[in-house]
């Protein structure tokens, strides 16, 4: 059984460029969330897809935007690149069947993002 | 105030030690207590989750909840030099944050042989 993947592992970006990152969930999932964690740092929470549309989202910029498609699967966009983005990005999935598996999430190893 | 705090550490035990890890928080309306086990560059693993108050158990690993004191804590007996890793506290709520969860920092564990 597959867990959570994310590709690519490892972004080099310069400032002012877009980046796309992808994440598929673990299967029977049905909800992505994507967390940035800066070095040293814990998990902060971008945003949330659940049938395709953002549920819930955290403190960051409209730089930062995101798809959920049919198959659940999930892409993060950010535009205009900033160093402060460089980190580690992590896509967590859960399903939607009562509301304590809505916050048990499993995470993906996550695509290290370097802006140069 | 950060709504989940957590001692970074680091810290370092002999194996066989019993590691006491916790996190402080501050928002009242949090009902789930996770703690996810982090590797060096990998992504988070969760370990264990509890709902409300109490205690859970798995294996050598117990966690405790005391909503009343706002304090969370993991407990790792008979700790083996694999279980070196970064620990994160993670909470989450119900209604409209539902599904969001707040981590802390991390403690960084080392179990020396």
């Known amino acids: 059984d597959a867990g959570v993947t994310q590709s690519p592992t490892h972004l080099i970006k310069t400032r002012g460029q877009q980046v796309t990152l992808r994440c598929s969930p673990k299967?029977?999932?049905?909800?992505v969330s994507w967390y940035q964690q800066a070095l040293g740092q814990g998990p902060q929470f971008i945003f949330q897809?659940?049938?395709?549309?953002?549920?819930q989202r955290g403190n960051f910029p409209d730089r930062f935007s995101g798809h959920q498609f049919p198959n659940y699967s999930s892409e993060l966009n950010v535009n205009a690149l900033l160093l402060g983005d460089s980190a580690l990005y992590l896509c967590?999935?859960?399903?939607?069947?009562?509301?304590?598996?809505?916050?048990?999430?499993?995470f993906g190893a996550g695509t290290r993002l370097s802006v140069l | 105030q950060k709504e989940v705090e957590q001692d970074p550490g680091p810290l370092s035990v002999p194996e066989g030690a019993i590691v006491s890890l916790n996190c402080t928080y501050s928002?009242?309306?949090?009902?789930?207590f996770m703690w996810y086990r982090q590797y060096s560059r990998k992504g988070p693993e969760l370990l264990m989750y509890t709902y409300s108050s109490g205690n859970k158990e798995d294996g050598r690993f117990t966690a405790q909840v005391d909503k009343s004191s706002k304090y969370i804590s993991l407990f790792i007996r008979d700790s083996q030099p694999s279980d070196s890793a970064t620990y994160l506290c993670?909470?989450?709520?119900?209604?409209?944050?539902?599904?969001?969860?707040?981590f802390g920092r991390g403690t960084q564990l080392t179990v020396w042989p």
């Open positions: 299967s029977g999932h049905d909800t």
């Open positions: 928002n009242s309306a949090f009902q789930y």
């Open positions: 993670a909470m989450g709520g119900r209604g409209s944050t539902l599904g969001r969860l707040y």
């Open positions: 967590a999935s859960s399903f939607t069947r009562g509301e304590t598996s809505k916050n048990i999430q499993y």
């Open positions: 897809y659940y049938e395709e549309e953002e549920r």
